[in-house]
Nanobody
Framework: QVQLVESGGGLVQAGGSLRLSCAVS????????MGWYRQAPGKQRELVAT???????NYADSVRDRFFVSRDNAANTIYLQMNNLKPEDTAIYYC???????????????WGQGIQVTVSS
């Protein structure tokens, strides 16, 4: 059974930093795209950052040059370094991964349970 477990969230003052981690475990043949999404109160879920196994990254305009996504392919773990945090970054952050169970399977989308990030002003 595939699981995605996020960690590293919490409360931080504006201008501070946090680092989120998401570890993927279970019956995994391969992991292609991985990413972070967030949902703030009263808002739609939005893409924060994605990273593919090749290392290619993509960022939302609102976090570009402040947030940095990386991954450890051997450990099937994705990270999100969040710097110069702003109150508008407050949200529940969700880890996402596209996972293939075998050579013959299609890629399947999995989500973590979400982790709270709160930035005070």
């Amino acid at each position: 059974q595939v699981q995605l477990v996020e960690s590293g969230g919490g409360l931080v003052q504006a201008g501070g930093s946090l680092r989120l981690s998401c570890a993927v475990s279970g019956n995994i043949f391969s992991v292609t795209g991985m990413g972070w999404y967030r949902q703030a109160p009263g808002k739609q879920r939005e893409l924060v950052a994605t990273i593919f196994s090749s290392g290619t990254t993509n960022y939302a305009d609102s976090v570009r040059d402040r947030f940095f996504v990386s991954r450890d392919n051997a450990a099937n773990t994705i990270y999100l370094q969040m710097n110069n945090l702003k109150p508008e970054d407050t949200a529940i952050y969700y880890c996402n991964a596209d996972i293939k169970y075998s050579w013959y399977s299609t890629f399947n989308e999995h989500w973590g349970q979400g982790i709270q990030v709160t930035v005070s002003s």
